[in-house]
């Protein structure tokens, strides 16, 4: 019982002791030589060392991140612009023959003047002139 009794009280210290160690190497020589721990990008804290502001990582807050803006991931297809909302937002501007959420799909009847018609799946055939007779135009 002793020995559990001394095994106890030598675990709070060290618990203890561990904890005033990561005290005094954040606040303690922040404190004595005006060193900033965190780099001036991050907050410093008793348990846990820096906490870092947005836009900076690492053990001390030394590594800044580039802010990534809603076009960072830009799925927009060949031709169309990303134009951003938010940070995290953006659509897709499409030219005149594309269209859908990322401009993914072509308007194959684009350049037809007079009507399209589906031949065949996804072939099309532009009547101009009032040639083609067809019951179903797209």
């Known amino acids: 019982m002793k020995f559990l009794l001394i095994f106890c009280i030598l675990t709070l210290f060290y618990i203890v002791n561990s904890f005033a160690i990561q005290y005094s190497e954040c606040h303690q020589r922040f404190l004595k030589t005006k060193e900033q721990v965190c780099n001036g990008n991050g907050k410093c804290h008793i348990f846990f060392g820096c906490q870092c502001f947005d836009g900076f990582i690492g053990e001390k807050c030394e590594e ?20 951003e909302i938010s940070p995290k937002q953006y659509y897709c501007e499409c030219p005149e023959n594309r269209f859908g959420s990322f401009c993914e799909f072509e308007d194959l009847c684009f350049d037809c003047i007079g009507k399209c018609y589906e031949i065949e799946e996804d072939i099309f055939e532009c009547d101009e002139l009032g040639k083609i007779d067809r019951n179903v135009s797209f």
């Open 64 to 83: 800044k991140i580039e802010r990534q803006n809603g076009c960072y991931l830009n799925k927009c297809f060949e031709g169309s612009e990303c134009i």
